[in-house]
């Protein structure tokens, strides 16, 4: 079962907005709209960032959105700040009722 | 508050077993689908296997189906996951996961709660 395609890693200055993707297959991103996005901190569990694409969990910066488009889903940050420095992953719903990761991307603020 | 405290890693010789436990308290847990995460050292998730909230619906991951078994207990509100057959490509940190719940409907699909993780090392 192969993880959903994330780059590696991103980067961006303070202020800046970023978008990371997440390319999956016509089984998993392409048929549902059950995506979710994680943010992990070093040596701390991940904490959810969106779901169903584009919803943001109570408490979570409006700074982070996300969308879908085919295949491919996103997350952009907006107003890039030293605390957004952190590991994301993407996640989706697979065919035969599985769950998917991306590989995960590194942001770094410069 | 939310807690979600994992408990029974620890190092174990390859081909042997281990049961995993997760004990939640702050919601209701009999209402979330429940699942076990995993991350192997310096590398990215992966879930391993979820229950819906009766125990009537049970996936798992491909690799590890046939050696692990996932089971909750709602009476003590505690999630559990027993591993047999242990290979050295088991060695993470496993995390309890449950699903989210929002307007009154419960998603399998979203890993709101987390725990800290408890590591399972495989090694001779």
Redesign the interface.
Known sequence: ?S?LTQPASVSGSPGQSITISCTGTSSDVGA?N?V?W?Q?HPGK????MI??VSDR?SGVSNRFSGSKSGNTASLTISGLQAEDEADY?C???RN?????????TKVTVL | EVQLVESGGTLVQPGGSLRLSCAASGFTFSDYWMSWVRQAPGKGLEWVANIKRDGTEIYYVDSVKGRFTILRDNAKTSLYLQMNSLRAEDTAVYYCASGRCANGVCYRSYFDYWGRGTLVTVSS
């Open positions: 079962q993880a549902y059950y979710s994680y992990q569990a991940p904490k959810l779901y169903e969990p992953y996640s989706s719903y035969s009722n599985t769950q998917v990761f991306g590989g995960g």
